[in-house]
Nanobody
Framework: QVQLAESGGGLVQAGGSLRLSCAAS????????MGWFHQGPGKEREFVAA?????????????YYADSVKGRFTISRDNAKNTVYLQMNSLKPEDTAVYYC?????????????????WGQGTQVTVSS
């Protein structure tokens, strides 16, 4: 069992930045692929970013992003702190949503909600125009 707790959401103007954090407790954090999803009002939960559990010697962790956030958002992890981060830059009003952290120990795809076993409660991000 893994418990996840997001923080760092808030209200920001378009073009601004926020950094979300997700603190994990329970099982060994380094065994889990970590992901971020968001869910806007009346919408389904959508993939934002994911980071692998393995850091490769030459390239580090592999990261995956939704097309809508590529070049603006960066996912990272600190296994010593049991925390995954989502740095969000150049925010747009359409980024407004509840952002959820998720974890999985499975292998395979990492871009749909069904790929993940554990979820946080979410943190609200609101971007004003």
């Amino acid at each position: 069992q893994v418990q996840l707790a997001e923080s760092g959401g808030g209200l920001v103007q378009a073009g601004g930045s926020l950094r979300l954090s997700c603190a994990a407790s329970g099982r060994t954090f380094s065994n889990y692929v970590m992901g971020w999803f968001h869910q806007g009002p009346g919408k389904e939960r959508e993939f934002v970013a994911a980071i692998t559990r393995t850091s490769y010697s030459r390239t580090g962790y592999r990261t995956y992003y939704a097309d809508s956030v590529k070049g603006r958002f960066t996912i990272s992890r600190d296994n010593a702190k049991n925390t995954v981060y989502l740095q969000m830059n150049s925010l747009k009003p359409e980024d407004t949503a509840v952002y959820y952290c998720a974890a999985t120990s499975r292998t395979g795809g990492y871009t749909t909600p069904d790929d993940y076993d554990y979820w946080g409660q979410g943190t609200q991000v609101t971007v004003s125009s």
